[in-house]
């Protein structure tokens, strides 16, 4: 069984929407619900993530629309990505750089 229950249940949810007996913004919370979680890096998985994908501090601070600094500052611990820089390095770290092109 390759699905999880939620993914079954997201399905299910779908489905009452196409038949008529939930709401749209019903389904669009429930949507969000179902989102994976953003998972947080550490320094040493950080720098991981980057030479896994052939990067330099320059190239991966372009693709992730922020400075060289601030690379340099999650790579010594110095400062950790939030927000929308946390999203996207966590699409890169599963799906690696060319998911942003």
């Known amino acids: ?25 019903t389904l669009r919370e429930f949507d969000a619900l179902c989102l994976p979680p953003v998972k947080e890096y550490t320094a ?5 993530i980057r030479t896994k994908n052939h990067a330099s501090q320059g190239v ?15 790579e010594q611990g110095q400062k950790k990505p939030n927000g929308p820089s946390l999203k996207l390095l966590n699409l ?10």
């Not at 069984?1 to 939930?22: N, R, W």
């Not at 040493?44 to 991981?48: D, S």
């Not at 991966?60 to 999650?74: D, G, M, P």
């Not at 890169?92 to 092109?101: D, H, M, N, R």
């Open 92 to 101: 890169v770290a599963e799906k690696g750089l060319e998911i942003l092109t």
């Open 60 to 74: 991966f601070a372009a693709y992730l629309n922020t400075s060289v600094s601030t690379i340099q500052k999650w």
């Open 1 to 25: 069984m390759d699905k999880s229950i939620l993914d079954m249940v997201h399905e299910t949810a779908q489905d009452l929407h196409a038949a008529g007996v939930m709401k749209e913004t």
């Open 44 to 48: 040493i998985q950080i720098k991981r």
